[in-house]
């Protein structure tokens, strides 16, 4: 059984920096891409960053770019997201998500495993 557990979410105020972390068991990790993802209060979940199974490549959702970035400690079996520069409308329960491949993708239907969410809220 796969699980992953989120934490470092928390309350903080617009322009300052929160990272993520994302702890993985049950799965040979290293093996996979991983994935972030939020939703906010009312909307649908949206992709934030990706990375690959080794680190060598990663993707963000274009409102993140030069903000968040996504990093990987394998021996850790680890995923972060960090995130400075934050904007009330960051506000959201943030999701990390295993790939069903090593390279990692934008479409949330190919993520077969996923947390229970930490939320940031991003006050102005």
């Known amino acids: 059984q796969v699980q992953l557990v989120e934490s470092g979410g928390g309350l903080v105020q617009a322009g300052d920096s929160l990272r993520l972390s994302c702890a993985a068991s049950?799965?040979?990790?290293?093996?996979?891409?991983m994935g972030w993802f939020r939703q906010a209060p009312g909307k649908e979940r949206e992709f934030v960053a990706a990375i690959s199974w080794n680190g060598g490549t990663t993707y963000y959702a274009d409102s993140m770019k030069g903000r968040f970035a996504i990093s990987r400690d394998n021996a850790k079996n680890t995923v972060y997201l960090q995130m400075n520069s934050l904007k009330p409308e960051d506000t959201a329960v943030y999701y990390c998500a295993v790939n069903r491949a090593a390279w990692g993708t934008r479409r949330e239907y190919e993520y077969d495993y996923w947390g229970q969410g930490t939320q940031v809220t991003v006050s102005s």
């Open positions: 049950g799965r040979t990790f290293s093996n996979y891409a």
